[in-house]
């Protein structure tokens, strides 16, 4: 029979087991918020899409692409004003308004040295959340419902935005709802946050967008201010600003540093930004409710005024000037862990007097509002148990059972107290990039390519006041391979101290002399390391793979440093005897960069392939361990955005107790899950694999003492070929069992146990599949 590509499994008794996990079915986001009213203002509702349209793009001062930020569009109608575009970004903000032929959103203007600051990330619509004990000069505590700051080099060179968890579109409704993981604004930070956003946005008809938050306290730090929302609009669209009070409007005008504050209750409950003074003039009204919430600290607020002194007639070009009218509703409510509030407010795009009967006769100011909010784990269909499906790879949750398969674990769609976030992160980095001395022996397992000829030091990795050179090789692949490593060997005695000594790694294809972008980069930090000449040095980075095709690995510093000494490594000199390639150089660039591979001069190099599971996901509570698999970070900073993940969702919340993910890998009929640490379960395509001291508990310890006999316990679907395999250090494998063909039952292998003299042990299952 016909065979796929056969599966390699290892088990470690010590490290880690890795499962893929596959997109999940949508999210249910109905349990979530309060039951919607049915009602419509008249009129066609918004179309509502995922799919970018040029047509819509706006003028910006940053450099960025708008591509970079957007997730969604509505597409609406006003009959007073015609078409509207509103779109929503990456991270739940809505980061553009286009109507009347104009960009209502600011355009992301910073000056100074970095005017790529606050690309989508300020001058938007968005919640804001604050610890005001926290909350000091050196170090904020702002939550931003949109995402970052870029003031964390080289980490934030691109934007990153709060990490959307999950999304849904009702098409017939006009409604977009999504997930979101809020981030602290300003980076780098010491603080956490565990602020879970969810965001429901519902086109009403007529211009009026109906904008809901749930908002829950995931953390472990109280929240007590918040902005519900932060918004403002584009002084050279909609250059006045008035409060209604009595059923008058009043143009407030002044800066936001002045500040500017009144009661929601001194006003009819709403303000509008107008392109004129003209009563029927283009508008953006924001409905914030009269209203101050039930155990408030103080009464609620609304906060206005111009973000820069900038006078009219405003500059021609609306991109070069801080063009940022600023706007915020001000609450003084205390959110504990595991609490969870519903927030509700309105958006009315129209001619303003048309705008103001909207209002009234849609009692919109009345729906307006925060409500607290609290599930129990004992409300009918809150928790439901999620099952791993056999059907094939990927291996995935589901709803369905399979056959003598109890639940993978139990999940709730709602913020149930004291329950926590259950995050699966796909196509991840699991653990930082990192290098690792090998010592004088060079690698001989594993290896793809490699060049072995020279002993010249001629390869320099250099960015001080004189220099600033780089290195690299070209190679090329006539088959698909997975690089778990590359290795080079190490030309000069060098010691680094602390501060920042980043080593930048890019992979990626190479159409010489040009490097392919974007390709794959890999941040390595090596403050306090020693380099040893003529050792050889592993430079490990995440299973990446690369189909046949002709391909470069670069390495050079992120930064300058006059005081830090340079590194090199050895190359050959003439006696090259790798044919397909050539070594890369710059002498003034930093990855990737141009050059003409130099064949005769390779560089001493190994590519190392992976030996183990491809390291496809990871399924935690725990936010920050997906980007510091490693632990706490030593510089005390959480980065989120260290480059270290790539795609998010949420499945759900798990309680803390019972069902939950500390239970990962202890019951007898779990299909795929292995405990790797107190939170945290990676995984790869395979069945269960744990061990225990008998058929019914498992061991939840990375490094097993010697506990007696041990059991490897899987279950291997029907007509799979397999066989175990033993390691007394990953690179020697040994036959443990013979081979035999699945039956899709339980099966205990008795294996051996580590003990003194053993400390640790590996094994490791080899699948080959059946052809359909």
């Known amino acids: 029979m016909a065979k796929l590509p056969s599966i390699r499994i290892q088990i470690f008794l010590f490290p880690a087991l890795l499962l893929p996990l596959a997109a999940q079915a949508g999210y249910d986001f109905d349990s979530v918020f309060p039951a919607p009213t049915v009602w419509t203002a008249g009129g066609p509702i918004a179309t509502v899409s995922d799919i970018y349209d040029p047509v819509d793009a706006s003028p910006w001062s940053v450099s960025f692409p708008e591509t970079d930020v957007f997730a969604f569009s509505l597409k609406g109608t006003s009959s007073s004003l015609g078409n509207w575009t509103v779109r929503v970004g990456k991270g739940g903000q809505i980061f553009s308004i286009r109507a009347n032929g104009d960009e209502w959103i600011p355009p992301q203007f910073r000056g100074g040295a970095n005017p790529d600051r606050a690309p989508w990330v300020d001058e938007v619509t968005m919640p804001v959340s604050v610890n005001t004990t926290l909350n000091t000069e050196t170090d904020p505590y702002f939550i931003h419902g949109a995402g970052i700051y870029l003031d964390d080099p080289p980490y934030t060179d691109t934007p990153f935005f709060s990490p959307l968890l999950a999304s849904a579109i009702n098409s017939p409704a006009g409604q977009l709802v999504t997930a979101n993981w809020s981030q602290h604004a300003h980076v780098p930070t010491i603080h956490k946050s565990g602020q879970i956003l969810f965001q429901r946005i519902t086109d009403r008809g007529e211009g009026i967008l109906e904008v809901e938050y749930v908002l829950h306290n995931a953390g472990d730090e109280v929240l007590d201010f918040f902005n519900f929302p932060w918004t403002g609009v584009r002084r050279s669209s909609l250059p006045n600003h008035y409060i209604y009070n009595g059923g008058l409007r009043v143009l407030s005008g002044g800066l936001f540093s002045d500040p500017n504050l009144t009661l929601l209750s001194a006003t009819d409950g709403y303000a509008s930004y107008a392109e004129s003074s003209a009563s029927d003039a283009p508008s953006l009204t924001v409905v914030f409710g009269q209203t101050t919430p039930s155990g408030a600290r103080r009464a609620s607020e609304w906060r206005w005024g111009a973000a820069s002194s900038q006078s009219e007639p405003f500059p021609v070009d609306e991109t070069s000037w801080r063009n940022f009218y600023v706007s915020a509703v001000r609450h003084f409510i205390t959110l504990n862990p595991g609490e969870t509030v519903h927030v509700r407010y309105f958006l009315v795009i129209g001619r303003e007097s048309t705008t103001t009967g909207l209002i009234a006769t849609h009692g919109l100011v009345a729906k ?229 591979p130099d064949d005769g001069k390779d560089l001493v190099f190994f590519l190392v392939e992976s030996s183990g599971s491809p390291t496809d996901i990871v399924l935690t509570d725990n936010f920050y361990q997906l980007a510091h698999a490693g632990g706490a970070p030593g510089d005390g900073f959480w980065r989120p955005y260290n480059g270290n993940t790539d795609q998010w969702r949420l499945l759900g919340f798990v309680s803390p107790t019972t069902g939950g993910i500390e239970d990962f890998g202890t019951e007898a009929e779990l299909v795929n899950s292995l405990l790797l640490s107190p939170n945290t379960i990676e995984g790869g395509l395979s069945q269960v694999l744990y061990a225990g001291t008998d058929g019914a508990s498992a061991i939840t310890q990375e490094i097993l003492a010697d506990s007696g006999d041990l059991l490897l316990r899987h279950r291997v679907p029907v007509g799979w070929n397999y066989f175990i395999e033993k390691s007394l250090d990953l690179q020697g494998w040994s036959g443990f069992t013979s081979p035999d063909v699945g039956t899709n039952s339980l099966i205990d292998q008795a294996i051996e146990s580590p003990d003194g003299v053993t400390p640790r042990l590996f094994y490791r299952i080899d699948y080959s599949v059946p052809a359909p």
Not at 551 to 570: E, L
């Open 368 to 596: 307006a509002g925060l409500t607290p909010l609290t599930y129990a784990s004992t409300d009918p269909g809150i928790s439901q148990p999620l099952y791993a499906s056999l059907a094939g790879p990927p291996i995935e949750p589901g709803a369905t059972a399979g056959a003598t398969q109890d639940p993978w674990f139990h999940v709730s769609s709602v913020p149930i107290p004291g329950w926590r976030p259950l995050l699966v992160e796909s196509g991840t980095l699991p653990a930082d990039a990192t290098v690792n001395s090998l010592g004088a022996t060079a690698p001989i397992q594993n290896i793809i390519i490699s060049q072995t000829t020279g002993d010249t030091t001629g390869v320099p990795v250099r960015w001080d006041l004189d220099f600033q050179q780089s290195g690299g090789q070209s190679f090329s692949l006539t088959e698909t391979r997975t690089l778990d490593a590359f290795v080079l060997k190490c030309g000069s005695n060098s010691s680094f101290g602390s501060g920042t000594h980043v080593l930048k790694i890019w992979i990626g294809a190479f159409n010489a002399p040009n490097p392919v972008l974007p390709g794959n980069a890999y941040l390595i930090d090596v403050q306090n390391t020693n380099w040893l000449a003529g050792d050889f040095y592993a430079f490990d980075i995440p299973d990446l793979e690369l189909p046949a095709g002709d391909y470069a690995f670069q390495i050079g510093w992120t930064t300058q440093d006059p005081s830090r000494p340079n590194i090199s490594f050895k190359r050959a000199d003439g006696e090259g005897d790798y044919a397909a390639g050539g070594r890369l150089f710059s002498g003034n660039s930093q990855p990737p960069f141009n050059s003409t």
